[in-house]
């Protein structure tokens, strides 16, 4: 059996899936939100194995509340729209249903994602890196960096710059392949160019964010709401 949840920003879309998954035994809902942000909260919790997501919400796009789940969940876009469906296969959505949509689609939806889970399912528990190996430039040289010292990663044409607390490394990879080898866990997307590791957060105060090396970097509109969500269970 899997477990899923629903993000959409209509209650009565919830309800049709929620009454779709009632009638599917091989599904069991782990819960529905209309806010986006408390979901993701929810989600890091749960961990469903599909999250049946809506691209068109007011507050967020649903293809950036996308980059945030875990790499392990699957991904179902429900969405009225279908100009999004390019947007939502780009980040390798499972599949795209478009509203309103069928028991009939939606069980076509399901089964298709699920051979899909079964073919894709490792042998061992995908364990998070606890450290990368840089390539400065240096022909025969990699230089050995702990995940925990990592405090940003900061995006230039072809390359990237790694801070650590006490230094600085460059290397040639694209910010958006390196964001993915890190712990979603661990560090969040602040800003086009910038990925900061969550627990050397000094100070969040309008547009900038201040690390606990003294480093400051700009928090872009379209990433505060993602980072806020990530820190609500901590914030008092």
Do not use: W
């Amino acid at each position: 059996m899997s477990s899923c949840y629903i993000i959409d920003d209509e209650a009565f879309s919830i309800n049709a899936l929620t009454g779709y998954i009632s009638k599917a035994p091989e599904l069991q809902l782990a819960g529905s939100n209309t806010n986006p942000f408390e979901a993701l909260e929810a989600i890091a919790l749960q961990q469903p194995d599909i999250v049946f997501l809506d691209v068109n919400m007011p507050t967020i796009s649903g293809i950036e509340v996308a980059k945030q789940l875990p790499h392990c969940t699957a991904i179902i876009f429900t969405t009225a729209h279908a100009k999004y469906a390019l947007d939502a296969f780009q980040i390798d959505a499972m599949d795209f249903l478009l509203k309103p949509f069928s028991f009939d689609m939606f069980t076509k939806s399901v089964k298709k994602v699920s051979e899909r889970m079964k073919k894709s399912i490792p042998l061992a528990p995908i364990k998070e890196i606890d450290s990368l190996f840089i390539n400065p430039g240096t022909k025969g040289k990699v230089i050995q960096v702990s995940i925990e010292e990592i405090s940003h990663i900061e995006a230039l044409d072809h390359s990237v710059i790694i801070y650590t607390l006490n230094e600085k490394h460059i290397t040639k990879i694209r910010l958006k392949e390196l964001d993915e080898k890190l712990p979603a866990t661990k560090f969040i997307k602040v800003h086009r160019s910038f990925v900061v590791n969550i627990k050397l957060i000094k100070s969040i105060a309008g547009s900038q964010i201040t690390l606990a090396n003294g480093k400051i970097v700009p928090l872009g509109d379209s990433f505060r709401n993602l980072l806020l969500a990530k820190i609500q269970h901590r914030t008092v």
